[in-house]
T-cell receptor, first 114, second 113 residues
Framework: NAGVTQTPKFRILKIGQSMTLQCTQD?????MYWYRQDPGMGLKLIYY???????DKGEVPNGYNVSRSTTEDFPLRLELAAPSQTSVYFC?????????????FGPGTRLTVT | GENVEQHPSTLSVQEGDSAVIKCTYS??????FPWYKQELGKRPQLIID?????GEKKDQRIAVTLNKTAKHFSLHITETQPEDSAVYFC????????????FGTGTRLKVLA
């Protein structure tokens, strides 16, 4: 199993540009999450999904959009990049089984908006 | 809204000493409390977790204690080693409904050789 994979690893965007951060998991997990981690800070939840076709907002959803058309993929879209979106973005997944709560994280995408 | 407070933000200990990191949560629906270790430039990795029906859990040099009445939980690392140096995050999550995790702001632990 590759686990949770994210692409790209690094990206520099100009203000106003758009991009999609890709996240794929091969563990057949129902739940998927997008977090951002600003320097020296904790993880803030952007969006999450409890299964294909179902998404919901987290703590900091403004400026982002997501979709979940398959169990495996959970892309995060930035439409009009702003400097405030400079951060490291982590995707995570977990099983839907009620006794399994561990989240598995991807390696992250480091995004700089200038 | 829900939040998790974590203290201290930085902690330096001598190799071989113990380290304690404390978290307080606000959401009474939280039932699951994981601790993650994040090395520089790496992803967070789960090191230990506890559920609300348990007061303490231990795994070799690492232990977590939970006081659900006071909404406190703590990470204890004994016999610290230089490779324990990292940032540690606590989190709190409900085990039904939204399953959203709320993370603390992290503790940078430095183990001095």
């Amino acid at each position: 199993n590759a686990g949770v994979t994210q692409t790209p690893k690094f990206r520099i965007l100009k203000i106003g540009q758009s991009m999609t951060l890709q996240c794929t998991q091969d563990m057949n997990h129902n739940y998927m999450y997008w977090y951002r981690q600003d320097p020296g800070m904790g993880l803030k939840l952007i969006y999450y999904s409890v299964g294909a076709g179902i998404t919901d907002k987290g703590e900091v959803p403004n400026g982002y959009n997501v979709s979940r058309s398959t169990t495996e993929d959970f892309p995060l879209r930035l439409e009009l990049a702003a400097p405030s979106q400079t951060s490291v973005y982590f995707c995570a997944s977990r099983e839907g089984h009620p006794s399994s709560y561990e989240q598995y994280f991807g390696p992250g995408t480091r995004l700089t908006v200038t | 809204g829900e939040n998790v407070e974590q203290h201290p933000s930085t902690l330096s200990v001598q190799e071989g000493d113990s380290a304690v990191i404390k978290c307080t949560y606000s959401d009474s629906a939280s039932n699951y409390f994981p601790w993650y270790k994040q090395e520089l430039g790496k992803r967070p990795q789960l090191i230990i977790d506890i559920r609300s029906n348990v007061g303490e859990k231990k795994d070799q040099r690492i232990a977590v204690t939970l006081n659900k009445t006071a909404k406190h939980f703590s990470l204890h690392i004994t016999e610290t080693q230089p490779e324990d140096s990292a940032v540690y995050f606590c989190a709190a999550a409900p085990t039904s409904g939204t399953y959203k995790y709320i993370f603390g702001t992290g503790t940078r632990l430095k183990v001095l050789a």
